[in-house]
C-alpha cells in the first residue's frame, strides 16, 4: 500500500503541476499575441541566433509566476542566465519562451511556449502552447497526452518512403528515400504535430538544446511514440550542459526504422 500511496501522490503532485503550467502558459501566449506582427526590438545572441523583447517579455512572466508558485524548482529557460543551483534541485522548470523566434520574427504562426517540469532527468508534466493557432498539447507522466483537452496518437506507420518528415529538407536531400518533408522553425511543435498523428517522424542530426525538446519529448511519449537520440537511448535532461546532439521522434515501428536506416 505504501508504494501506491507514493504513486498516488506523486500523480495528484503532477496534476497540480500540469494544471500550473498551462494556466501561465496560456497567459504567456496573450503576451506573445500583443507581440506578434509588430515591430519589435530584435538583436542576435552569441552565435547568431535571433532574440526579441517578446522572448525576454514571456521569459519573464513564466520566471516569475512559476517561481512564486514552486519556490524549491530549479530554472533553466533559453532566456534567462543559466544556474548550477538546478542541479540541486529535485524537480526543474524547463522553459522555451518562444521556440520558432525566427518564425515569430517572420509573423508566420510556427512557434510555440515550451515548460516542463524535469525530475531525475526526465519530463513528469509538460505543455507545448502554439498562441496564434490555439494548439495547446498537454501530457502528464503516465496520463497520456493531449490536444485541447482530446486524447492524441502517433501514427502506426512502419516504413520511410512516403512518411511525413519534419525537419530541414535538406537534411533529407541525399541517402533517403523520397518523402514529404515539411519544416518549421519549431522543434517542439514539429515533436508535438507527431505526436498528434498529423506527421510520421521529426528527425534532427544537430545539436538541441534542452528547453527545445523536454516538454515535446513528453508529449510525444504520452502519445504512444518515442523520442530517443540516434542511438536509441532516451535522452537525459537537466545535465550541466544541457544539450542533446539528436533527436528523431516517431510511433514505435516507424522509429526503429529510423534507427535502422541512420546505423546505415
Known amino acids: 500500500m505504501a508504494g501506491g500511496g507514493h504513486a498516488t501522490q506523486q500523480h495528484g503532485e ?5 494544471a500550473l503550467l498551462e494556466s501561465a502558459v496560456s497567459a504567456a501566449g496573450g503576451i506573445a499575441r500583443k507581440f506578434y506582427g509588430q515591430d519589435v526590438k530584435r538583436w542576435s545572441k552569441p552565435g547568431g541566433s535571433p532574440v526579441s523583447e517578446a ?10 509566476n512559476l517561481l512564486a508558485a514552486r519556490p524549491d524548482y530549479g530554472w533553466l529557460s533559453e532566456e534567462s542566465v543559466d544556474s548550477e543551483q538546478r542541479l540541486t534541485r529535485a524537480r526543474v522548470f524547463v522553459v522555451d519562451p518562444i521556440d520558432g523566434t525566427v518564425a515569430f520574427l517572420k509573423h508566420r504562426p510556427h512557434f510555440t511556449i515550451c515548460a516542463a517540469v524535469v525530475e531525475k532527468g526526465r519530463p513528469r508534466t509538460a505543455v507545448v502552447f502554439n498562441p496564434i493557432t490555439g494548439e495547446c498539447f498537454a501530457a502528464r507522466h503516465g496520463g ?21 518528415m ?20 519549431s522543434v517542439a511543435y514539429r515533436i508535438a504535430l507527431v505526436a498528434a498523428g498529423r506527421h510520421d517522424a521529426v528527425v534532427s542530426l544537430s545539436v538541441k538544446r534542452d528547453w527545445d525538446l523536454a ?18 537511448h532516451a535522452l537525459v535532461y537537466n545535465q550541466p550542459a544541457a544539450t542533446q546532439r539528436t533527436s528523431i521522434a516517431a510511433g514505435p515501428r516507424l522509429h526503429a526504422k529510423l534507427l535502422e536506416h541512420l546505423r546505415q
Not at 519534419?166 to 522553425?185: H, I, N, Q
Open 14 to 18: 503532477h496534476d497540480q503541476d500540469l
Open 55 to 64: 522572448d525576454l517579455a514571456v521569459d519573464n512572466y513564466l520566471r516569475e
Open 144 to 164: 497520456g497526452a493531449t490536444l485541447n483537452g482530446a486524447a492524441i496518437h502517433v501514427t502506426d506507420r512502419d516504413r520511410i518512403e512516403g512518411a511525413r
Open 166 to 185: 519534419l525537419g530541414p529538407k535538406a537534411s533529407f536531400a541525399e541517402g533517403w528515400p523520397p518523402m514529404d518533408v515539411t519544416s518549421y522553425s
Open 215 to 232: 516538454a515535446a519529448d513528453l508529449i510525444v511519449q504520452e502519445a504512444g511514440g518515442l523520442l530517443t537520440n540516434e542511438a536509441g
